[in-house]
Nanobody, 124 residues
Framework: EVRLVESGGGSVQPGKSLRLSCPAS????????MGWFRQAPGKEREGVGR????????YNFDSVKGRFTISKDNGENMVYLQMNSLTPEDTAMYYC?????????????????WGQGTQVTVSS
């Protein structure tokens, strides 16, 4: 079993930034692919971006390109999500997930391990 614990969420005004953190209870290189997803009230969970933990290839979804950046620290077994220029549409629960099979899918079903989520609220 792998434990993922997201942190860093909060309430901010539009245009501000937040950085989410996700420490893993196992070497993230063994988890092959780590992803960030979000779910707004009444909506389905959607992908934000994902990173292959070995080679560091990053995939971002169009809705956040240029504003959100995924990064990793293999030594700390940590994955981050830097979120800039936040808008009210970014309000959601944000989840960290791990895919030990390495397919690095954009789909929710492609991830075996999930954290409990951290809430991000953007409002003026």
């Amino acid at each position: 079993e792998v434990r993922l614990v997201e942190s860093g969420g909060g309430s901010v005004q539009p245009g501000k930034s937040l950085r989410l953190s996700c420490p893993a209870s196992r070497y993230i290189t063994s988890l092959k692919c780590m992803g960030w997803f979000r779910q707004a009230p009444g909506k389905e969970r959607e992908g934000v971006g994902r990173i292959e933990t070995g080679v560091g290839i990053i995939y971002n979804f169009d809705s956040v390109k240029g504003r959100f950046t995924i990064s990793k620290d293999n030594g700390e077994n940590m994955v981050y999500l830097q979120m800039n220029s936040l808008t009210p549409e970014d309000t959601a629960m944000y989840y960290c997930a791990a895919d030990p099979n390495g397919r690095c899918s954009s789909e929710v079903s492609g991830y075996r391990y999930w954290g409990q989520g951290t809430q991000v609220t953007v409002s003026s």
